[in-house]
T-cell receptor
Framework: ETGVTQTPRHLVMGMTNKKSLKCEQH?????MYWYKQSAKKPLELMFV???????ENNSVPSRFSPECPNSSHLFLHLHTLQPEDSALYLC??????????????FGQGTRLTVV | AQSVTQPDIHITVSEGASLELRCNYS??????LFWYVQSPGQGLQLLLK??????LVQGIKGFEAEFKRSQSSFNLRKPSVHWSDAAEYFC???????????FGGGTRVLVKP
């Protein structure tokens, strides 16, 4: 148990579907992140949220839409995905700034398959 | 822009033997450096981190890493591996303690009986 919980653990969706990934952190952190881990590329940062505000979008296609309603919850809304979007999506959180910084704590990921 | 290179994609080691995983980074300032481990189907678990101070860092599960600024390296070592150490290992550099991590491509470790 890392304090960062992701649901669902596995998801299969068609290219015309709309689905959402959920992440919840119980660590009191102020920053949350989405990372993508695909078979052929290194782990890559997608989005960064600090205090619910998006501070980084790493050139992610608009078919991925993040939402951060509060500092404990982070969503990734998916629509009209492509098969190459199949990957493990990892959520992480950290305490960033304010004089108390921590490393990133990761969830177990959602394995997404687009068919 | 920061970058991380892990030159070895796969390493096979016998149980009880020593292990060293290489990591080289490129970063314009003093880096925050990390090693994470990932077991199949799991997320990332932090093994150890370097922020400042002593360049030899001790981590969990008997791992250690040494920061060498002159070589831009942060290699991970373990004196005697156990079968449970079979996993994929990722080196990462960050702008701060946990923010905006850039990962290397990973090294998959196989442990022979």
């Amino acid at each position: 148990e890392t304090g960062v919980t992701q649901t669902p653990r596995h998801l299969v969706m068609g290219m015309t579907n709309k689905k959402s990934l959920k992440c919840e952190q119980h660590l009191g952190h102020n920053a949350m992140y989405w990372y993508k881990q695909s078979a052929k590329k290194p782990l890559e940062l997608m989005f960064v949220y600090n205090f619910k505000e998006q501070t980084e979008n790493n050139s992610v296609p608009s078919r991925f839409s993040p939402e951060c309603p509060n500092s404990s919850h982070l969503f990734l809304h998916l629509h009209t995905l492509q098969p190459e979007d199949s990957a493990l999506y990892l959520c992480a959180s950290s305490q960033d700034g304010g004089g108390t910084n921590t490393e990133a704590f990761f969830g177990q990921g959602t394995r997404l398959t687009v068919v | 822009a920061q970058s991380v290179t892990q030159p070895d994609i796969h390493i096979t080691v016998s149980e009880g033997a020593s292990l060293e995983l290489r990591c080289n980074y490129s970063y314009g300032a003093t880096p925050y450096l990390f090693w994470y481990v990932q077991s199949p189907g799991q997320g990332l678990q932090l093994l150890l981190k370097y922020f400042s101070g002593d360049t030899l860092v001790q981590g969990i599960k008997g791992f250690e890493a040494e920061f060498k600024r002159s070589q831009s390296s942060f290699n991970l070592r373990k004196p005697s591996v156990h079968w449970s150490d079979a996993a994929e290992y990722f080196c990462a550099v960050g702008e701060t303690a946990g923010n905006k991590l850039t990962f290397g491509g990973g090294t998959r470790v196989l442990v022979k009986p």
